[in-house]
């Protein structure tokens, strides 16, 4: 997502040996985003289980979760520094297992929310450090390694609670399982040298982006590539299941699908962008492709077209992930931190009041209505990105 304001511009020194570190990054990445998809596939599981209604279901999974995470990603930096890059990581995976280990064996809604918490407090304090230490120890091609990490653990989490849902198992062993998969990541993680950095802080950022169009053209393609799939993980197979009648499993399989092709796509997307490809399909056209998918998912119910769509979703959520960062953080380069982290901050914020309202319409019978509104919200911010943005701003 952001590398954080605990080294804003500065040069980053790196420790002499990094054997490991990119599997480190990866289940870092994969451990804690596993929880953004994690429920997917039990939403009817736990609405009977507690008696419980969509919208409380995407409190649950949406809000808690992301809610916390934006603070744990604002605290981020901080930590980082009173204790270092790589403990705070650490932390990160111990507070993802806790929260899981707790939501698994909860006997309430209240528990449910306080295991959700300290999985978003978890995600929040991975998304900061991660990426900073991913480019410390191998440059710009371990931070993609981190962003298509991040889509694999969404992924993960939807297709297991959605295999093991529809195969009856239990939802307590599904978050068993996801307590499980954050430790994985601290043998790799436990002992490793951190990368030290020199700081600077230049500051002034906010004060132009108030008043340039560039930002919020900018801003709305975050959105578009950030906010959406994140309430993706949250519904897609709730949707797939109940609106256009496929199996937990099958729908379970089409999120994996889209979520897994967008991981692919994220490493398309900047080997395209470093060879000079067309500005305009990596920006506006790539939306426009995504709309394409979430439109047909809305219109369509058979098994053919949705997974064409997923498809068309995943290839144009993340084709402009590279080209939208460094456009981000070419607006201010003196502080090229400060408008990645600020985009990316609004883009994990603005799900928390969306996923229980979607829930709620989604319970009365709305799907088709909320994925043509997020494919219109997507085309939009597509057609704002047909001139993509470019230059610093003065």
């Given amino acids: 997502?952001?590398?954080?304001?605990?080294?804003?511009?500065?040069?980053?020194?790196?420790?002499?040996?990094?054997?490991?570190?990119?599997?480190?990054?990866?289940?870092?990445?994969?451990?804690?985003?596993?929880?953004?998809?994690?429920?997917?596939?039990?939403?009817?599981?736990?609405?009977?289980?507690?008696?419980?209604?969509?919208?409380?279901?995407?409190?649950?999974?949406?809000?808690?979760?992301l809610g916390v995470s934006a603070v744990g990603a604002l605290i981020a930096p901080v930590v980082s520094e009173r204790i270092g890059?790589?403990?705070?990581?650490?932390?990160?995976?111990?507070l993802c297992a806790v929260g899981n280990l707790l939501f698994a064996v909860s006997s309430g809604v209240a528990l449910l929310a306080v295991g959700r918490a300290l999985a978003g407090l978890g995600l929040g304090l991975a998304v900061v450090p991660g990426p900073v230490y991913a480019r410390a120890t191998g440059g710009v091609k371990r931070v993609a390694l981190f962003g298509a990490a991040v889509q694999l653990g969404i992924a993960g989490g939807l297709a297991l609670s959605s295999l093991l849902g529809d195969a009856g198992v239990s939802w307590r062993v599904v978050f068993l399982i996801s307590a499980a998969i954050p430790l994985l990541g601290l043998p790799l993680l436990i002992g490793r040298q951190a990368p030290s950095y020199t700081r600077s802080a230049k500051g002034g950022?906010?004060?132009?982006?108030?008043?340039?169009?560039?930002?919020?053209?900018?801003?709305?393609?975050?959105?578009?590539?950030?906010?959406?799939?994140?309430?993706?993980?949250?519904?897609?197979?709730?949707?797939?299941?109940?609106?256009?009648?496929?199996?937990?499993?099958?729908?379970?399989?089409?999120?994996?699908?889209?979520?897994?092709?967008?991981?692919?796509?994220?490493?398309?997307?900047?080997?395209?962008?470093?060879?000079?490809?067309?500005?305009?399909?990596?920006?506006?056209?790539?939306?426009w492709i995504a709309a394409a998918g979430l439109a047909i998912l809305a219109?369509?119910?058979?098994?053919?077209?949705?997974?064409?769509?997923?498809?068309?979703?995943?290839?144009?959520?993340?084709?402009?992930?590279?080209?939208?960062?460094?456009?981000?953080e070419a607006l201010f380069p003196s502080e090229p931190t400060e408008p990645v982290s600020m985009m990316t901050t609004i883009a994990v914020i603005v799900p928390v009041p969306l996923v229980p309202w979607i829930g709620s319409l989604l319970d009365a019978g709305d799907g088709t209505a909320v994925f043509l509104g997020l494919a219109a919200f997507v085309a939009i911010a597509g057609l704002l990105n047909v001139r993509p943005v470019a230059g610093a701003l003065r």
Avoid: C, K
């Avoid at 599981?45 to 808690?64: K, M, N, P, Q, R």
């Avoid at 399989?253 to 990596?282: D, H, K, N, Y």
């Avoid at 219109?299 to 981000?328: E, H, N, Q, T, W």
């Fill in 1 to 65: 997502m952001t590398e954080g304001r605990d080294q804003e511009s500065g040069e980053a020194t790196a420790p002499p040996a990094h054997r490991g570190a990119a599997l480190a990054v990866a289940m870092l990445a994969i451990g804690t985003t596993w929880n953004v998809g994690n429920m997917g596939g039990v939403v009817g599981e736990l609405g009977d289980a507690f008696d419980i209604s969509l919208s409380t279901i995407g409190l649950l999974s949406g809000t808690v979760l």
């Fill in 85 to 94: 890059i790589v403990r705070t990581m650490v932390l990160a995976l111990v």
């Fill in 205 to 287: 950022f906010l004060r132009l982006a108030m008043r340039s169009p560039r930002v919020w053209r900018l801003s709305a393609l975050f959105l578009s590539i950030f906010s959406v799939p994140l309430i993706l993980g949250s519904w897609l197979v709730h949707y797939l299941s109940v609106d256009n009648g496929l199996s937990v499993t099958t729908a379970g399989i089409l999120a994996f699908v889209m979520f897994g092709v967008s991981a692919a796509a994220r490493f398309v997307g900047g080997t395209l962008s470093e060879r000079g490809f067309s500005p305009l399909l990596l920006a506006g056209g790539a939306a």
């Fill in 299 to 328: 219109l369509d119910d058979s098994l053919v077209l949705a997974a064409i769509a997923v498809v068309a979703a995943g290839v144009g959520f993340a084709l402009p992930y590279g080209p939208s960062i460094v456009r981000a």
